[in-house]
């Protein structure tokens, strides 16, 4: 480690400005990614750095998609915020948000306080777990024990570091914030009150939404999750079945309060990717895995006549197969680089309306670099629409993006998802999951 630390600082610091900018891609672990628009190091920071033998190098915060294309190269990342006028400046905000969503560890730099002894500013993210207060000042020392902290998760997590998702993103927060400010209500208890407890079952659904993503040498995932209210009638799971295959899926309940948050729990619950008896087990195909649900679901007797659309899809990572089946749910997207977006089609009713519904299932061959997009009804102003004399219709955005990698279609149809107007009556939960063979 030692021998490969000082290799890539000496590489480093042959000419870090230019290394950094015309940096293709990490191709070694790095213990620290120092992302900032300056064109070198703090000199005390990269004395640090050479104190304790640890790898590093310079990227520009607009390079920052260079680290989330490995992030089980990156060790933490540092994140140099001096001389920004706004701390909150949009594009900051938004390289740290993606930071935040493949949970890799931040460390969010203000300003350098010119003191004896140097020391800089720092303001934690709300999400990260590195950083679970707000700090005014901290020392090298201090810097060099919150880097410890995410090498340690890092070498102990292996793949990822485990941290929750962030903070929901409310779509209609925007909408309702001008409209409650044109009346001013007096202060009741009873409505602040409800409006913590819906704030807490927000924050208990994304407990079930995955920790960190089953990323391998294989196959890169990515994923954005963006509420309609405090809850979501949306939940999705990607989960690794065993050494060869990964589950998958989004689920749409009906509407987008408090019952369907509530039904995406059960569905969290009641779909099976596998069933073991003994020390053996079976994986279900994506045809039973539908069929199980509705079955499920059906034999609950929900009230208010819910139902639930979902598309499941297996994945084998050796064969590169890909299996899915569908209830209702928007067809997932192909994309493949010289073609254009490809719908996977295939038949099947909603979950939990009829008893004895059959679910039929489709296999395709994945080839590398193929991305894969699964999305919510929510998601569809951004991605594209079913127009009755012209079929299905792709959003420019969304072509736009066509041949990009899958985070970086995330990304953007994140961005575009929260900084759209939208009335209240169009507003919907948006979940998407994607997929890219690497």
Same mark, same amino acid.
């Given at each position: 480690?030692?021998?490969?630390?000082?290799?890539?600082?000496?590489?480093?610091?042959?000419?870090?400005?230019?290394?950094?900018?015309?940096?293709?891609?990490?191709?070694?672990?790095?213990?620290?990614?120092?992302?900032?628009?300056?064109?070198?190091?703090?000199?005390?920071?990269?004395?640090?750095?050479?104190?304790?033998?640890?790898?590093?190098?310079?990227?520009?915060?607009?390079?920052?998609?260079?680290?989330?294309?490995?992030?089980?190269?990156?060790?933490?990342?540092?994140?140099?915020?001096?001389?920004?006028?706004?701390?909150?400046?949009?594009?900051?905000?938004?390289?740290?948000?993606?930071?935040?969503?493949?949970?890799?560890?931040?460390?969010?730099?203000? #300003?350098?306080?010119?003191?004896?002894?140097?020391?800089?500013?720092?303001?934690?993210?709300?999400?990260?777990?590195?950083?679970?207060?707000?700090?005014?000042?901290?020392?090298?020392?201090?810097?060099?024990?919150?880097?410890?902290?995410?090498?340690?998760?890092?070498?102990?997590?292996?793949?990822?570091?485990?941290?929750?998702?962030?903070?929901?993103?409310?779509?209609?927060?925007?909408?309702?914030?001008?409209?409650?400010?044109?009346?001013?209500?007096?202060?009741?208890?009873?409505?602040?009150?409800?409006?913590?407890?819906?704030?807490?079952?927000?924050?208990?659904?994304?407990?079930?939404?995955?920790?960190?993503?089953?990323?391998?040498?294989?196959?890169?995932?990515?994923?954005?999750?963006?509420?309609?209210?405090?809850?979501?009638?949306?939940?999705?799971?990607?989960?690794?079945?065993?050494?060869?295959?990964?589950?998958?899926?989004?689920?749409?309940?009906?509407?987008?309060?408090?019952?369907?948050?509530?039904?995406?729990?059960?569905?969290?619950?009641?779909?099976?990717?596998?069933?073991?008896?003994?020390?053996?087990?079976?994986?279900?195909?994506?045809?039973?895995?539908?069929?199980?649900?509705?079955?499920?679901?059906?034999? #609950?007797?929900?009230?208010?006549?819910?139902?639930?659309?979902?598309?499941?899809?297996?994945?084998?990572?050796?064969?590169?197969?890909?299996?899915?089946?569908?209830?209702?749910?928007?067809?997932?997207?192909?994309?493949?680089?010289?073609?254009?977006?490809?719908?996977?089609?295939?038949?099947?009713?909603?979950?939990?309306?009829?008893?004895?519904?059959?679910?039929?299932?489709?296999?395709?061959?994945?080839?590398?670099?193929?991305?894969?997009?699964?999305?919510?009804?929510?998601?569809?102003?951004?991605?594209?629409?079913?127009?009755?004399?012209?079929?299905?219709?792709?959003?420019?955005?969304?072509?736009?993006?066509?041949?990009?990698?899958?985070?970086?279609?995330?990304?953007?149809?994140?961005?575009?998802?929260?900084?759209?107007?939208?009335?209240?009556?169009?507003?919907?939960?948006?979940?998407?999951?994607?997929? #890219?063979?690497?």
């Amino acid at each position: 480690m030692h021998t490969e630390s000082r290799t890539y600082e000496k590489a480093a610091n042959m000419d870090k400005t230019q290394s950094a900018r015309n940096a293709g891609g990490l191709t070694t672990f790095t213990d620290v990614v120092y992302l900032s628009d300056k064109t070198d190091l703090p000199a005390e920071i990269r004395k640090l750095f050479r104190h304790k033998k640890m790898s590093f190098c310079l990227l520009p915060l607009d390079k920052y998609d260079v680290i989330r294309n490995r992030p089980d190269l990156v060790g933490t990342v540092l994140v140099d915020a001096e001389g920004m006028e706004n701390a909150q400046d949009r594009r900051l905000s938004r390289v740290l948000e993606a930071l935040e969503r493949d949970n890799i560890g931040i460390i969010l730099l203000t #300003q350098r306080i010119r003191q004896p002894v140097r020391s800089f500013s720092v303001v934690s993210s709300e999400s990260s777990f590195s950083m679970p207060r707000t700090v005014e000042s901290i020392s090298l020392d201090d810097l060099w024990a919150w880097i410890r902290i995410n090498l340690a998760e890092r070498k102990h997590q292996n793949v990822g570091i485990t941290a929750k998702p962030p903070a929901p993103i409310g779509l209609a927060d925007k909408v309702w914030k001008n409209h409650a400010t044109d009346q001013p209500q007096a202060e009741n208890p009873f409505l602040d009150g409800l409006k913590e407890q819906l704030r807490l079952a927000g924050m208990l659904q994304r407990d079930f939404l995955p920790a960190q993503l089953p990323n391998s040498p294989e196959v890169r995932w990515a994923a954005t999750f963006l509420p309609a209210e405090w809850v979501s009638g949306d939940i999705y799971d990607i989960a690794r079945i065993d050494e060869q295959h990964v589950g998958f899926y989004v689920a749409d309940a009906v509407g987008h309060s408090m019952p369907a948050a509530l039904l995406t729990i059960f569905i969290k619950q009641a779909l099976q990717m596998r069933q073991t008896t003994g020390n053996s087990y079976r994986i279900f195909t994506p045809a039973e895995v539908m069929k199980n649900l509705n079955q499920r679901m059906t034999s #609950q007797k929900l009230s208010g006549h819910q139902f639930v659309t979902c598309c499941y899809c297996l994945l084998n990572l050796k064969t590169r197969q890909l299996t899915l089946a569908r209830a209702g749910h928007p067809y997932p997207i192909l994309l493949r680089k010289g073609e254009p977006p490809q719908q996977l089609e295939t038949r099947g009713s909603l979950l939990g309306v009829f008893e004895n519904a059959e679910f039929v299932q489709q296999s395709v061959e994945l080839q590398a670099g193929d991305r894969l997009l699964l999305y919510s009804d929510g998601a569809e102003p951004l991605i594209g629409q079913l127009r009755d004399k012209n079929g299905f219709q792709y959003t420019n955005e969304f072509l736009a993006l066509a041949d990009a990698p899958i985070t970086e279609i995330i990304d953007r149809l994140t961005e575009i998802a929260t900084d759209r107007e939208v009335k209240p009556a169009e507003i919907d939960d948006v979940t998407i999951t994607g997929l #890219q063979l690497l």
